[in-house]
């Protein structure tokens, strides 16, 4: 049982438009969310993340939005720039140390 | 260095042999974890280390799994007698208090090829 999904493999956007990558969970006693990067050859490296108590947490680019009745989270990238090319991964946690991560989206974006 | 340290980087070893997997945490990190990614899947947890002893090991798949950690710094990730669905990344976090408000700081991974 996948607690944390990620429904779209892969994701194209274009140079300078938005990138919004999404992920849905099944737990809700998860109260803490993170979006990983991961470029080939390297360990993913962390973004930003946001608690249950939030709705939305920004970061630069980088914007997390929390949807908890849907149990929907999503990762907002704006501009997109090619170096933003990468897998992200989502990844949940429950009052605690463990953190269930998505199979990844990777993202692709063109110049 | 001030990061996560994984070695080695690439191993390939022959089915039923061991094979040890080393990670050396960020200083002051006292969570340690064991993920993996076998190829087109996400992030498998392994086990955790809160200092030296690891309060959960539900990850590990089979008995053939052992890790340990000494000083609350360097553990190894121990696989004996090796079968080819051990054939992964593994990947080793840590993590400043392992709250589970602390973000996981990720090594480069040691990619398993079991042939």
């Known amino acids: 049982d996948q607690q944390v999904k990620q429904n779209s493999p892969s994701l194209s956007v274009q140079e300078g438009r938005i990138s919004i990558l999404n992920c849905d969970y099944t737990n809700s006693m998860f109260d803490y969310f993170l979006w990983y990067k991961k470029y080939p050859a390297e360990g993913p490296t962390f973004l930003i993340s946001i608690s249950s108590i939030k709705d939305k947490n920004e970061d630069g680019r980088f914007t997390v939005f929390l949807n908890k009745s849907a149990k929907h989270l999503s990762l907002h990238i704006v501009p997109s720039q090619p170096g933003d090319s990468a897998v992200y991964f989502c990844?949940?946690?429950?009052?605690?140390?463990?953190?269930?991560f998505g199979t990844g989206t990777r993202l692709k974006v063109l110049a | 260095g001030a990061g996560v340290s994984q070695s080695p980087s690439n191993k390939v070893t022959e089915k039923g042999k061991d094979v040890e997997l080393r990670c050396d945490p960020i200083s002051g990190h006292t969570a340690l974890y064991w993920y993996r990614q076998s190829l087109g899947q996400g992030l498998e947890f392994l086990i955790y280390f809160q200092g030296n002893s690891a309060p959960d090991k539900s990850g590990l798949p089979s008995d053939r799994f052992s890790a340990e950690r000494t000083g609350g710094s360097v553990s190894t990730l121990t696989i004996q007698r090796t079968q080819q669905e051990d054939s992964a990344v593994y990947l080793c976090?840590?993590?400043?208090?392992?709250?589970?408000?602390?973000?996981?700081?990720f090594g480069n991974g040691t990619r398993l090829t079991v042939t």
């Open positions: 976090a840590s993590s400043l208090s392992g709250t589970g408000r602390s973000p996981l700081h």
């Open positions: 990844a949940a946690s429950e009052k605690g140390y463990k953190y269930i």
